[in-house]
């Protein structure tokens, strides 16, 4: 029996390949994305509903159109892999119970369990930079009828000047921006984290190019001390 493989050049076996792992690839990617929000009770429904696809959590009503809802998901998935936003009515009614048997109330409790429950109960927390390898995963939480906005960094950001101690009054200003102008919580979220995720690539390129440059000026110095010692 022939084997028709044979009159297909090896070349053209390997593109026909590369066009089918090709067509795969959106469909294995999408299986890792998630089309839409998760709705969630409460703040610590978050850490046991996290999944590494989820990036965006609902509660309450927002009065914002899930085709919105859905879009911002999108975003998320494409532009902020580090980082999980809660957007909710009120932190009111939250109530949480940390490791040590503390309990908290109101936003303090939604806060605890987003700073330290998602971070340390799930694999959230260990979301790694690929350029500098330090944790960067980092927590956006917002209240309409509290009106608050909250934000929680990890190592990437706390050392370069971007960490939660840096958030009211300084960092905060993308969201305060956007609400004042109209109350635009999706472009709050957008403005937040594509502004933060800007300025940690910034300020890492900067320390990779600092270095860069100093090992090329060590490197030519070097060179240097060798061809006069010839």
Do not use: C
């Not at 109101?106 to 429950?117: D, F, H, I, V, W």
Request: net charge neutral; aromatic share 6%.
């Amino acid at each position: 029996m022939n084997d028709q493989r044979t009159n297909v050049p090896v070349a053209g076996r390997l593109h026909l390949l590369w066009l089918a792992v090709l067509m795969l690839l959106p469909r294995m990617h999408a299986a890792d994305l998630s089309p839409t929000p998760a709705l969630v009770s409460s703040a610590a429904a978050v850490v046991t509903q996290w999944q590494p696809h989820q990036r965006l959590f609902v509660k309450g009503a927002l009065n914002i159109g899930q085709a919105q809802l859905d879009q911002l998901e999108t975003w998320l998935d494409e532009h902020a892999p580090n980082w999980v936003v809660l957007l909710a009515e009120t932190f009111a009614d939250e109530a949480y119970t940390d490791a040590t048997g503390q309990a908290y109330r109101g936003l303090e409790a939604a806060s605890q369990a987003l700073s330290k429950g998602l971070q340390n109960q799930t694999a959230f927390g260990a979301h790694k930079n690929p350029r500098t390898g330090q944790a960067d995963a980092a927590v956006f939480m917002l209240s309409l009828t509290d009106r608050t906005l909250s934000y929680f960094s990890s190592a990437a950001q706390d050392e370069r000047g971007l960490g939660k101690d840096r958030w009211k009054g300084n960092l905060d200003r993308f969201a305060i921006n956007a609400m004042r102008n109209g109350g635009r919580v999706l472009d709050a979220v957008r403005d937040t984290v594509g502004n933060l995720n800007q300025m940690l690539d910034q300020k890492i390129a900067g320390e990779i190019a600092v270095r860069e440059q100093k090992a090329a000026e060590a490197a030519a110095a070097k060179a240097r001390q060798i061809e006069q010692a010839q």
